[in-house]
């Protein structure tokens, strides 16, 4: 159980496109779910969180309009890179918030390579 | 605001060699605490979890954590590592009020050697 998928698994895009990740919770329903960036060989980063039909919630220092996330069921969130740039290639990780027994528990997907050419 | 320090950035065992990752964590009340698995280019795998009661917790793949109030750690141990069991470990710490968000630990890259 607390399956996530994320997808594409790996994109390569022209400087000056959109990406979109799509993230689901394949086996539970996820109020809330939470997009990482991983730069190499070091630790995550959250860059926001999101939650069932409402606005996403995003950290400090995080651009909302470079990076959009839409939470519309209870299964699915998309992050949607826009006008990307080569500063923005990292790999790019989701979270869904499992409830079941009370307190949540993060499931993570495989994860997302970005390369912006 | 919490916190999470793994020390060790690196630690190298033996096959069958017993194993101990340390985490230590800054948080006011009782926190709640994860131990995080990753292999490269995947994402983050689930080893266990402490949200209250026993401090000694089990966890897949062999593993186990002891939540140590006093020394603020819950440091991960298996007693005999796999060679498959080479990764990057993550400790994170969860606010116990209504806030979600973890916050991780930099990481320790495991190596085995044969």
């Known amino acids: 159980g607390a399956v996530v998928s994320q997808h594409p698994s790996r994109v390569i895009c022209k400087s000056g496109t959109s990406v979109k990740i799509e993230c689901r919770s394949l086996?539970?329903?996820?109020?809330?779910m939470f997009w990482y960036r991983q730069f190499p060989k070091q630790s995550l980063m959250l860059m926001a969180t999101s939650n069932e039909g409402s606005k996403a919630t995003y950290e400090q220092g995080v651009e909302k309009d470079k990076f959009l996330i839409n939470h519309a069921s209870l299964t699915l969130s998309t992050l949607t890179v826009t006008s990307a740039h080569p500063e923005d290639s990292s790999f790019y990780i989701c979270?869904?918030?499992?409830?079941?027994?009370?307190?949540?528990?993060?499931?993570f997907g495989p994860g997302t390579r970005l390369l912006v050419l | 605001a919490q916190s999470v320090t793994q020390p060790d950035i690196h630690i190298t065992v033996s096959e069958g060699a017993s194993l101990e990752l340390r985490c230590n964590y800054s948080y006011g009340a009782t926190p709640y605490l994860f131990w995080y698995v990753q292999s490269p280019g995947q994402g983050l795998q689930l080893l266990l979890k402490?949200?209250?009661?026993?401090?000694l917790v089990q966890g897949i793949k062999g593993f186990e954590a002891e939540f140590k109030r006093s020394q603020s750690s819950f440091n991960l141990r298996k007693p005999s590592v796999h060679w498959s069991d080479a990764a990057e470990y993550f400790c994170a710490v969860g606010s116990s009020f209504g806030n979600e968000k973890l916050t991780f630990g930099t990481g320790t890259r495991l190596t085995i050697i044969p």
């Open positions: 402490y949200f209250s009661g026993d401090t």
């Open positions: 979270s869904a918030g499992d409830r079941a027994g009370g307190r949540e528990t993060q499931y």
């Open positions: 086996d539970f329903q996820a109020t809330t």
